[in-house]
């Protein structure tokens, strides 16, 4: 949209030191700021399969309820950094990423059914080691 409006002066993704113009593909998947966090969360995407392939197949090596949530709050998160980023000048860094999506999944207890509140509260409360 902002390029169509003619409002920004680049157009290159600010998560990636590759002058990459961004489209939501790169943003998710490409980037690799995007591909530490999927790495950080133990999150394999196999890009060579069509998109929902993709899904299921990282879904199964997940091999938790929690998928979902997981993959849209990290997504959101992402989303969120780069706005941060661009509209308010802060700086790449994975730590506000990871703080972002910690908190982004600990408002998603406050709504979730009880048994998927369970599932999060136990998967941040006992992190793979790569999470610490």
């Known amino acids: 949209m902002l390029k169509r409006r003619k409002e920004r002066d680049s157009y290159y993704c600010v998560l990636?030191?590759?002058?990459?113009e961004k489209d939501i593909w790169h943003l998710c998947f490409d980037c690799p700021s995007s591909q530490a966090c999927w790495i950080f969360l133990d999150i394999h995407w196999d890009t060579t399969l069509d998109f929902q392939a993709m899904i299921l197949r990282a879904r199964e090596r997940f091999n938790s309820v929690i998928f979902r949530e997981v993959i849209i709050i990290a997504m959101w998160a992402i989303w969120k950094h780069r706005n941060n980023i661009i509209f308010d000048?802060?700086?790449l860094s994975f730590a506000c990423w990871r703080k972002l999506f910690v908190e982004s999944m600990k408002a998603v207890t406050l709504r979730a059914k009880?048994?998927?509140?369970?599932?999060?509260?136990?998967?941040?409360?006992?992190?793979?080691p790569f999470f610490i």
């Open 16 to 20: 990636s030191v590759e002058h990459v």
């Open 89 to 91: 000048g802060a700086s």
């Open 114 to 128: 009880p048994f998927v509140r369970d599932k999060i509260n136990s998967w941040l409360s006992n992190p793979p």
